[in-house]
């Protein structure tokens, strides 16, 4: 899939990793709808952006992920906007392992309040043109990271609903590709304030740390080149891409074909 002139809308889209994601579907021709609580950093992104990319490229929308509220008026005003959207990040994320239930509205029922709101707009069995959907997981989602069991948790089911949502699409025509990147560390402020919102599990700080010493920690542009891989290479439907210091591989699942 090719960019140029393509719409997209990211979630969490304000800082981090959902930045950069942003800058470089920009960078690569698409217009994007940056989705986010954090106004006043969603402003500024937004000015910025389209000073770098050219007026009206980058749209700011306040939107709490939470919300089904917020989000279809976002999306609303994202299509009224540029048209149609071709491809949704579901990005927004947090890790608290002390306000457990908001770990897995944000992380886990946000990605799959987006989607199904997404599908209005890009099933082609709605009228849409199809597209690509990509949750930002985690290596989380893979292997139980011991310190952050709910955190673990929300992204194993971002992969499992990627996956199955793929399948789904598959078989249905929906027209949409439905893949997960699945980083390791990386330098955002999540990782930062980490060691603080380890809730029941805080007496595990020093195994969290050991185990980031063990993997290493990437950047967010190392993510975002895992994102262009997803969205434009158009054999990927189901892909669970993990992003580790060593480079990216692709998580090979158990067929039941086989
Ligand atoms: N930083 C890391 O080491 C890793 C992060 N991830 C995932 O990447 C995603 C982004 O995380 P980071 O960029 O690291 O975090 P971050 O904290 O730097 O940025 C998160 C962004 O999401 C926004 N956000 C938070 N709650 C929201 C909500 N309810 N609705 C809309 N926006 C909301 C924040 O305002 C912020 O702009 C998350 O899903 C996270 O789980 C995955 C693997 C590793
Ligand atoms: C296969 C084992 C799982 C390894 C998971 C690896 C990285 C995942 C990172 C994230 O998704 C970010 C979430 C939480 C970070 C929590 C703690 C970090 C503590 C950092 C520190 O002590 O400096």
Known sequence: MALTGKSAVV???AMGIGKALSELLLENGAKVALLDVNDSAGQSLMESLNQQHGA??????????E?????????QKTVETFGGIDILCNNAGIMNEGTWEKTVS?????VIRATYIALEYMNKLNGGKGGVIVMTASMAGLGPFITCPVYTATKSGV??????MAGASEVSGYGI???????????????ANASANLGPFSHLAEVAGQIKEKLGVISVSEVAEGLMELVTDETKNGEALMILTKGKTYMQFPSLSK
């Not at 919300?67 to 999306?75: G, H, P, W």
């Open 56 to 65: 009206g490229s980058a749209l700011f929308l306040k939107c709490d992920v």
């Open 106 to 110: 944000i992380n886990l029922m946000g």
């Open 67 to 75: 919300s089904e509220e917020q989000l279809k008026a976002a999306f």
């Open 11 to 13: 979630t969490g889209a």
């Open 177 to 191: 590709r439905f893949n997960a990147l699945c980083p390791a560390f990386v330098q955002t402020d999540l990782i």
């Open 159 to 164: 992969v499992g609903f990627t996956r199955a």
